[in-house]
């Protein structure tokens, strides 16, 4: 009944730049926190950048400073700004989302979109 999906990714050179979009639909009550995974293959998923309703933004290390969360609540979308990629970089990008609906918070994931970075 909710659903997270994603778009934006492809192919970029190095040291290009590239906006992911993440828009959440069905029904709930809030959304209280939007962010960003990462799964490069052969590696764990792992936690590019989370931007709560309330609360400090986070970001992973490997990222900060070139890439940028942000949110827009009337849409019910996250967003992921990726500057200066690295080949690095490259993993397939989830969308998650933690959700308050009627029945209690539950955690929710989009499909996930492939980012390459290559010359």
């Known amino acids: 009944q909710v659903q997270l999906v994603e778009s934006g990714g492809g192919l970029v050179q190095p040291g290009g730049s590239l906006r992911l979009s993440c828009a959440a639909s069905?029904?709930?009550?809030?959304?209280?926190?939007m962010g960003w995974y990462r799964q490069a293959p052969g590696k764990q998923r792992e936690l590019v950048a989370g931007k709560p309703g309330g609360g400090d933004t986070v970001y992973a290390d490997s990222v900060r400073g070139r890439f940028t969360i942000s949110r827009d609540n009337a849409k019910n979308t996250v967003y992921l700004q990726m500057n200066s990629l690295k080949p690095e970089d490259t993993a397939v990008y989830y969308c998650n989302a933690v959700i308050t609906r009627l029945s209690g918070i539950y955690t929710y994931w989009g499909r996930g979109t492939q980012v390459t970075v290559s010359s």
């Open positions: 069905g029904s709930f009550v809030a959304i209280n926190v």
